[in-house]
């Protein structure tokens, strides 16, 4: 098991680029989440999915966007990338919400 | 709301010190609490984790406690070593409301220092 694996592991964009963030799982995990780190803080979560269709904000959801069209995926989408976004982006999955969480390494994007 | 707060920012110890670092949250409603370790420019690594039923666990020379109804949990780490050094972050798993969120603490940064 790879476990939950992200890509790409370190991004440079400018002001007002998109791109997404890859985010997979192969333990068959139903519930998918996004969180971002700021520097010197704890994680915030972006987003979240119960299972395949279905998403839901979670504490700061503005300026992404995330679909979920399999169990295994749950990429997240910046549009109009802001340096408000510069930040490392930490993937995680569950078999169900309350059970433990499982991260991937972190995507570290930079916006200038 | 959950809240999470860690307490102290950070710390420095000199090896070899047995040291406390402590979690408090503001709403008892969880599943479970976890401790995490962050080494610069890194991931989470996955120290301990106490469901809401249990009072502590023990890795090693780690040790974490759990007091739900206060809303506290401490970790316990023995004989510090360098290697020790990291930020530490308490996570709780809520439930009701914030159901399936998990709410982190700003950390605590050890320097354990030979």
């Known amino acids: 098991n790879a476990g939950v694996t992200q890509t790409p592991k370190f991004r440079i964009l400018k002001i007002g680029q998109s791109m997404t963030l890859q985010c997979a799982q192969d333990?068959?995990?139903?519930?998918m989440y996004w969180y971002r780190q700021d520097p010197g803080m704890g994680l915030k979560l972006i987003y979240y999915?119960?299972?395949?269709?279905?998403?839901d904000k979670g504490e700061v959801p503005n300026g992404y966007n995330v679909s979920r069209s399999t169990t295994e995926d749950f990429p997240l989408r910046l549009e109009l990338a802001a340096p408000s976004q510069t930040s490392v982006y930490f993937c995680?999955?569950?078999?169900?919400?309350?059970?433990?969480?499982?991260f991937g390494p972190g995507t570290r994007l930079t916006v200038l | 709301k959950q809240e999470v707060t860690q307490i102290p920012a950070a710390l420095s110890v000199p090896e070899g010190e047995n040291l406390v670092l402590n979690c408090s949250f503001t709403?008892?409603?969880?599943?479970?609490l976890q401790w995490f370790r962050q080494d610069p420019g890194k991931g989470l690594t996955s120290l301990l984790l106490?469901?809401?039923?249990?009072r502590e666990q023990t890795s090693g020379r780690l040790n974490a406690s759990l007091d739900k109804s206060s809303g506290r949990s401490t970790l316990y780490i023995a004989a510090s070593q360098p290697g020790d050094s990291a930020t530490y972050l308490c996570?709780?798993?809520?439930?009701?409301?914030?159901?399936?969120?998990?709410?982190f603490g700003q950390g605590t940064i050890l320097t354990v220092h030979p």
């Open positions: 333990m068959n995990h139903n519930y």
């Open positions: 996570a709780v798993l809520g439930g009701g409301t914030s159901y399936g969120k998990l709410t």
């Open positions: 709403d008892s409603a969880i599943y479970n």
């Open positions: 995680a999955s569950s078999t169900v919400g309350y059970n433990e969480q499982f």
């Open positions: 999915s119960v299972g395949a269709g279905i998403t």
């Open positions: 106490i469901q809401s039923s249990q």
